[in-house]
């Protein structure tokens, strides 16, 4: 039968069956506990996304109404100017910008008042004409001194030019000066006091005044148009001697700023809203108003989000049409929840995303015990079939002992047998040739019954003797008596062979407690193997001393040995080792497992030394005083 056969065949069948059935529940047990944890974190997912699209519809409704609030304000004017942005009312042709002070410039021209050139035509013929420069200064003087304030500005700053140019620089000076302390005038359409002041640093070359300058110049001081503002800015820059860069958020809202002006006549659509990019930024621009008077809210759409969004454990993006980031942060990984501009009817689309502190951790600690759980299951499940799977081996174990030991007893019993009955059918036929042949087949037939009835003596002992039946009778014992009888015993068989047993003892006497009956048949077991399994080598051994409290019986003989695997196995009943299946020996297994329990009950110990290839020698270790 094949390797694969003898798996298909009972009980091995079972050790099949039971390893299918614990490979397939553990594979199912496995499958169930994965795909509970898939639908945990489905469901997981489920809620957290519920939450986004709560938390987006929330957030837009909110947005929705702060816009709308803004724009009610907005048009009632009532609205405050927000804090990073503007507030535009542009009205009659004219922008005013609330808070003023964060316009760098404006698109809008200047309302204050400027004297014709046409009254200065008479000094500067004299000026530029005629090159009378002291005659041109006396005509600036006169007009210096004129009630209107606007021709007194535009005749100073002619004043101080003229003296300049002829190298008075004091009295040009004096003049820009004068000039200076006059408000709210222009002339050559820049406020008449910048001119002054840019005038008069120049001709001082001072950088302290040019600083302050500059730094007027960014408060917003002056109303000035985009060009005008460059102009002086880069002159003061240049006067101070270092460069210093414009504030970006000003810039961007004066260019705002520029953008609702130029829009100023589109009245199509009063209510309107746009986001606009400025230097990279985006502005939001809300238009409320009647017609011919518009106010503008200019903010970041970033300063709207914000106090919406504070605490919430989310992160939260609007984006324009074009997908760019007007507000907050856009994270790409991770659940989201959309709302479109068409949706949410907001200016922009509104992107809310989970964060870790979304996936809770009371879900982490259910699939940790769910996991936790599984193994421990999967443990229980392979070691159960771990322990069943011993036993079932355990048991064939046996059932394969038990039926070497029926087939090594009935091969016992069936040779003397045998011959038992060919030699009695011969002499109850009167067949046998001679009285001499006739005298060998009785021996034969004393020697053959009398191995069988010491097999089944031997049987039986065991039997006994395993079931605690067999009572010992002890009594004081001489070795070397007990040892010449047993021995004896073998002599015919062994000198029949051409062999002998070599006895060695200590000459003082050593006696031990014993059942002698008991103690000979172990004896017996140990002589009969060493002849047994050492047919090369005609010498047996048999040797006893006192070894410190026990009397120690050797029984030694030059056979196969008996590797070191084996040694303790062929003292367990009908185990039989390799050197009786190599050379075909007959037995029955009991033997040692015999000498071992007889050993045991006398309180002794059996020892075996064995070299493989060079012989073994067994030991009975027996108390020298033993009482039972
Ligand atoms: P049996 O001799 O009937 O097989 P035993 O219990 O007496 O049973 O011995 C068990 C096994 O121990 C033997 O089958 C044999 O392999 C091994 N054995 C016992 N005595 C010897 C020996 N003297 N030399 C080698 N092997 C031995």
Redesign the pocket.
């Known amino acids: 039968m094949t390797a694969w056969g003898a798996w298909l065949k009972p009980p091995r069948t079972l050790l099949l069956i039971l390893s299918l059935v614990t490979l397939v529940s553990v594979s199912a047990l496995g499958w169930f506990g994965w795909k509970l944890l898939d639908q945990e974190r489905m469901v997981e997912a489920q809620r957290v996304q519920e939450r986004l699209e709560q938390t987006a519809d929330r957030l837009a409704a909110t947005l929705r109404g702060t816009l709308a609030e803004a724009g009610e304000r907005l048009g009632a004017s009532a609205a405050n100017a927000p804090d990073d942005g503007l507030l535009l009312t542009l009205q009659a042709n004219t922008l005013t910008a609330n808070p003023p002070n964060r316009l760098l410039y404006y698109p809008s021209p200047p309302p204050e008042p400027e004297a014709a050139p046409a009254v200065f035509a008479e000094a500067e013929s004299l000026e530029f004409l005629q090159a009378q420069p002291q005659a041109a200064a006396d005509e600036y003087r006169k007009l210096a001194d004129s009630g209107n304030t606007a021709v007194r500005a535009g005749a100073l700053v002619r004043l101080g030019r003229v003296l300049r140019r002829a190298g008075r620089d004091r009295e040009s000076l004096t003049a820009y000066d004068r000039l200076a302390a006059l408000r709210g005038v222009r002339v050559a359409g820049a406020p008449a006091d910048l001119v002054a002041r840019l005038a008069a640093s120049e001709l001082s070359g001072s950088r302290s005044e040019a600083h302050i300058l500059r730094s007027d110049l960014l408060a917003g001081r002056w109303r000035l148009n985009r060009g005008q503002f460059q102009f002086y800015w880069q002159r003061a820059s240049r006067l101070s001697g270092d460069a210093a860069e414009l504030p970006a958020d000003s810039v961007a809202l004066s260019e705002a700023a520029w953008l609702v002006w130029q829009q100023r006549d589109d009245e199509s659509n009063l209510r309107r809203q746009q986001t606009v990019w400025i230097g990279g930024r985006p502005y939001f621009l809300l238009w409320r108003g009647t017609p011919g008077r518009h106010f503008v809210l200019v903010a970041r759409p970033d300063s709207i989000l914000k106090p919406l969004i504070a605490g919430h454990g989310a992160l939260y993006a609007l984006t324009d049409a074009e997908g760019r980031v007007v507000a907050g942060r856009r994270s790409r990984a991770g659940r989201a929840a959309v709302r479109t501009a068409a949706e949410s009817q907001l200016p922009w689309t509104l992107y809310v995303t989970g964060r870790p502190a979304l996936s809770t951790a009371p879900v982490a600690a259910q699939q940790k015990f769910l996991v936790s759980a599984i193994v421990v299951m999967v443990l229980f499940l392979i070691l159960g079939s771990y322990f069943i799977a011993r036993a079932i081996r355990r048991e064939m174990e046996v059932s394969r002992i038990q039926s070497d030991f029926v087939a090594?007893v009935s091969h016992e019993f069936r040779s003397p047998l045998t011959s038992i009955r060919q030699l009695s059918e011969i002499l109850a036929l009167g067949r046998a040739p001679s009285d001499e042949r006739r005298q060998v087949y009785y021996e034969t037939l004393v020697r053959e019954s009398s191995r069988l009835q010491r097999l089944v003596e031997a049987l039986l002992n065991f039997g006994r003797m395993e079931a605690q039946g067999r009572q010992f009778r002890f009594e004081e014992v001489d070795t070397r008596a007990l040892v010449e009888h047993v021995v004896s015993e073998f002599e015919p068989q062994v000198v029949g062979l051409g062999r002998h047993i070599e006895l060695h003892g200590t000459e003082s006497r050593c006696a031990i407690q014993a059942d002698p009956e008991a103690i000979a048949v172990a004896l017996r077991?140990l002589v009969d193997?060493?002849v047994?399994?050492?047919p090369e080598c005609p010498t047996v051994w048999v040797e006893w001393d006192v070894e410190n409290e026990y009397v120690a019986i050797r029984v030694r003989?030059r056979?196969?040995?008996?590797a070191e695997s084996?040694r303790k196995a062929?003292f367990r009943k009908f185990?039989?080792?390799?050197?009786?299946a190599a050379r075909n020996?007959k037995?029955?297994?009991?033997?040692?497992?015999m000498v071992q329990h007889i050993v045991a009950a006398h309180r002794g110990q059996i020892r075996l030394a064995s070299q493989p290839g060079q012989g073994?020698t067994?030991t009975m270790l027996l108390p020298v005083t033993g009482k039972s």
């Open positions: 090594a077991n193997n060493a047994k399994y050492s003989d056979g196969p040995g008996i084996e062929i185990v039989r080792g390799t050197a009786a020996v037995g029955s297994g009991l033997g040692l497992a073994s067994f």
